[in-house]
């Protein structure tokens, strides 16, 4: 390339310029266009947020927005009676029954794709949901679903919010175990699940991972299995197991009533890592949920009644929940969902599945943005791309780097950006630029969402000057927000609320809901999220707790004791790295690092496979004995170690470091 090549000079002015204007183009279609929101919102905080919950159809007026009277058990809309599914498909019907809800976009193996109506996704979900109540399904009994990206999955999802039944999603990539974990700690009595899928062409088994995890549960379960495979995967059906088809036929026509929830009845339960090797339920209500997601899936995500919108999570985590499944159809609008990876049978899928049906919106995780980087911009490229008007991430911190690329080369430099923060346990979206409104700055998110108080804090509470790394802390409640852990109201305060409230004060300013992410905050009031504060490592940006891979470590034959610590990994952010300690008489040799590898994914799923098992016969702990993990994290990561002589075994290290990398 020469000089004065433009596409140099449009690298070097990208790779210097901090801040970016949303187009004008953008502004002026925009639904949140109005800078005066922030102010408006802060002044009529609580009262801002009937904005949000008068986007939905209520069966009853709430009768109060937010009641605070017992914190940090806050209820939002009380008084109010609302159904999702209700929300998400009948009200639809009139002007849209016709128009594409959801847009299923299988792998490219049997041409399967699939195109949902709303006037047909209501029939479908009506049927399952009269099915659901004929094996005996009532209102708030818990049913979880454990399957990959079929159609039948939102359609089970909306079933259970059309009757009142709570459900509990597992992520098909999980174990097992980890179904039946979920299933006796929910007390969950039916499972819907699936044969099997496909994956970079091939078929995927997946019953006899969920009959294996059924096996584990401690009660009586009713089983549905949805047949994605045909006659590629021939499934045998037991005596309480069901086949979904043959239940949705025999219902043909049914009609359900949509069931009144309370504003405060539980939507859904997500099961989410934390801290301790057991999961935390995360528990989200009707009203409060569905308002939150809706008003930031049209205020950030600005999705329109007409536009096609593209989110490629798996909906088996909160983001596909919010906004594939929920935010968008409550919305109106064609919500896509790919079964797959994003590099079979190509590198360009997604490029392929965004000219194909014209997306309007894109939102995916910085992981795969790290991925599409390395791949090489000639597979997006070759596609035409210009349907795409805004562009979305989360799940991770995004760098500059990756930041300007997915600006340039998936939105030719006209699409805003939105980098998103938010959790499980917010329901929503919290940190973000509205792109309407706020400059984007790569590698900040940007601004709390007008209505929210959020503030990074000292290890004292107290604001951190501009500039400096701190906690990131929510001083006051919204609607989204989990309600509390299931059957755990005392977690749910020593989890999320302890570090920074007056635990025993009844006064909703001494509560302050503490995400365990740190952050730093620039004059603007732009914040940079650095990442997890606790001992959670976001892998590809999925959360996994440290202590549940320690547990399934050490639950291998042979092992004594493992430090699970993460490290840096350019395409998945963080990696786990495992530090174990053999019992006398077992080598740690190539066998035994297979077996860990194998119980870790039998225990938790291939997403936790360790990138490194290094063995070493002690680890390094301080004088009091505790493992200093920022210590084997600096391993991970080859950084300087600095000073180790507070160490009791302070030899230990250097042997440590020695061997990591070896394999
Ligand atoms: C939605 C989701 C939550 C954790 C969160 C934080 C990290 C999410 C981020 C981000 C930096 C962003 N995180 N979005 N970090 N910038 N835009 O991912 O939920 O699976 O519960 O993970 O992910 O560390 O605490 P969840």
């Excluded at 679903?145 to 509990?168: F, K, N, Q």
């Excluded at 974990?181 to 699940?193: G, H, I, K, W």
Aim: net charge negative.
């Amino acid at each position: 390339m020469s000089e004065g090549d433009p596409d140099v000079e449009l690298e070097a002015r990208l790779a210097e310029q901090e801040r970016f204007e949303p187009s004008s183009s953008f502004v002026e279609q925009a639904n949140v266009s109005d800078p005066e929101l922030y102010d408006e919102f802060e002044a009529e905080w609580p009262a801002c947020w009937e904005q949000a919950a008068d986007l939905l159809d209520w069966d009853d007026e709430y009768d109060t927005v937010l009641d605070d009277s017992n914190p940090p058990f806050y209820e939002w809309f009380t008084g109010g009676s609302i159904n999702a599914s209700y929300n998400c498909l009948d009200r639809h019907l009139e002007e849209r029954g016709d128009e594409v809800a959801i847009e299923w976009v299988g792998e490219p193996v049997d041409e399967d794709d699939r195109s949902y109506t709303y006037e047909e996704l209501h029939r479908e979900v009506n049927e399952f949901a009269a099915a659901l109540r004929e094996m005996g399904v009532g209102e708030d009994d818990v049913v979880t679903m454990y399957m990959p990206m079929v159609p039948e999955l939102p359609i089970a999802m909306l079933a259970c919010a059309r009757i009142g039944a709570p459900h509990s999603v597992v992520f098909a990539g999980f174990s097992a175990e980890a179904l039946a974990t979920r299933m006796n700690a929910a007390d969950s009595e039916y499972l819907v699940t699936c044969d099997g899928y496909y994956r970079r062409g091939d078929p995927l088994e997946h019953k006899e991972k969920a009959d294996e995890g059924l096996a584990g549960v401690d009660h009586d379960v009713e089983t549905v299995v949805v047949d994605r495979l045909g006659d590629v995967y021939d499934h045998s059906l037991a005596e309480n197991h069901h086949d979904y088809a043959e239940l949705v036929a025999e219902q043909e026509g049914a009609e359900v009533e949509p069931v009144q929830r309370d504003a405060e009845d539980m939507l859904f339960l997500m099961y989410t890592s934390g801290t301790t090797g057991e999961p935390k339920g995360v528990k989200h209500t009707t009203g409060g949920y569905l308002s939150w997601v809706t008003w930031t899936s049209q205020a950030v995500l600005d999705i329109k009644p007409e536009d096609t919108y593209f989110c490629s999570a798996d909906i088996g985590w909160i983001t596909g929940h919010s906004y594939i499944v929920y935010g968008p159809l409550s919305l109106g609008t064609t919500t896509m969902m790919y079964e797959g990876t994003p590099d079979h049978p190509e590198k360009d899928r997604l490029w392929e599945i965004i000219e194909e049906y014209e997306a309007d919106q894109l939102y995916t995780a910085p992981t795969a943005i790290r991925a599409f980087m390395k791949w090489g911009p000639e597979y997006p490229d070759d596609h035409d791309l210009s349907s795409l008007r805004l562009l979305g991430t989360v799940g991770e911190p995004i760098n500059p780097r990756a930041w300007k690329w997915y600006y340039k080369h998936i939105g030719n430099e006209e699409c805003p950006i939105v980098d998103t923060w938010w959790q499980t346990e917010t329901g929503g979206m919290m940190v973000t630029t509205l792109p309407g409104v706020k400059d984007m700055k790569p590698g900040s998110a940007g601004p709390a969402l007008p209505g929210l108080d959020v503030e990074i804090v000292d290890t004292r509470g107290e604001p951190v000057e501009a500039g400096r790394a701190g906690y990131l802390t929510v001083n006051k409640p919204w609607p989204g927000m989990l309600r509390t852990l299931y059957n755990n109201d005392e977690r749910y305060i020593q989890e999320y609320w302890a570090e920074y409230s007056d635990v025993d004060s009844d006064d909703p300013d001494d509560w302050v809901y503490f995400p365990e992410d740190g952050a730093k905050i620039d004059e603007d009031g732009y914040i940079t999220v650095l990442g997890r504060v606790d001992d959670v490592l976001n892998v590809s940006g999925h959360r996994l707790g440290t202590m549940e891979i320690e547990s399934a470590i050490v639950g291998v034959e042979g092992v004594a004791e493992a430090a699970v610590v993460g490290g840096q990994h350019d395409l998945k952010g963080e990696a786990v790295y495992a530090y174990v300690i053999t019992e006398d008489g077992y080598e740690g040799d190539d066998e035994m690092r297979e077996r860990i590898v194998e119980g870790v994914e039998d225990a938790i799923g291939p997403i936790a496979r360790p990138e490194q098992v290094v063995f070493t016969p002690e680890l390094p702990k301080t004088r009091s004995g505790k493992i200093m993990r920022r210590l084997l994290e600096d391993i991970a990561n080859g950084d300087d170690l600095g000073n180790t002589s507070t160490l009791r075994n302070p030899d230990v290290v250097e042997d440590i470091a020695s061997k990591v990398g070896d394999d």
